[in-house]
């Protein structure tokens, strides 16, 4: 969904790690330890696997430019000698996931024993306006379109043609 020149960052395999096991996971942790105090760029591939990479990175590179379960931001703190996520969100400007895309997020997170909280953290809301074709942010359930004042559709409609 977002700028076409985002997408020409996009490389073969992308800048997303692909995190397959506690070991993968274990292994990217801890070369960037000095970068915890941040959360990272998250996707969950077509395959259902984690990728992870540096906050700044946009999520269609994380991704190799490919198709997503889901997508956002996602941070860590070890916990008992474990490491578990401590914040999910899905926000994400260029996917724009749904909140029901979560159930991608805990198969990945689970498949790799990363204990995780019982949904995102913190959802956001994507609409796009079916009158001017705008992508909006709904805040407090105010389903009205931020840029022409039509109200939104209650369900997800992101990829609607037009």
């Known amino acids: 969904m977002g700028p076409a020149e985002l997408k020409a960052l996009v490389r073969t395999g992308g800048e997303g790690r692909s995190i397959r ?3 993968d996971f274990g ?15 998250f996707v969950v591939d077509s395959g259902g696997v984690l990728r992870l990479a540096p906050r700044r990175s946009e999520h269609v590179v994380c991704a190799g430019g490919g198709e997503v379960l889901s997508a956002g931001e996602m941070s860590f ?8 996520v401590e914040e999910v969100s899905n926000q994400s400007t260029g996917y724009c996931p749904d909140v029901g895309s979560w159930p991608a997020v805990a198969e990945a ?13 913190h959802e956001v809301v994507f609409r796009r306006c079916r009158s001017c074709r705008e992508l909006n ?3 407090e359930e105010d389903f009205v379109c931020v840029f022409c004042g039509e109200d939104l559709p209650r369900e997800w409609n992101v990829r609607e043609p037009g």
């Open 109 to 121: 997170l689970e498949r790799i024993g990363i204990h995780y909280p019982s949904g995102f953290t």
């Open 27 to 41: 292994e990217w942790v801890s070369a960037l330890l000095d970068e915890l105090a941040e959360p990272f760029t």
């Open 21 to 23: 096991s506690s070991a």
């Open 77 to 84: 703190r070890e916990e008992s000698g474990r490491w578990v």
């Open 137 to 139: 942010i709904v805040r």
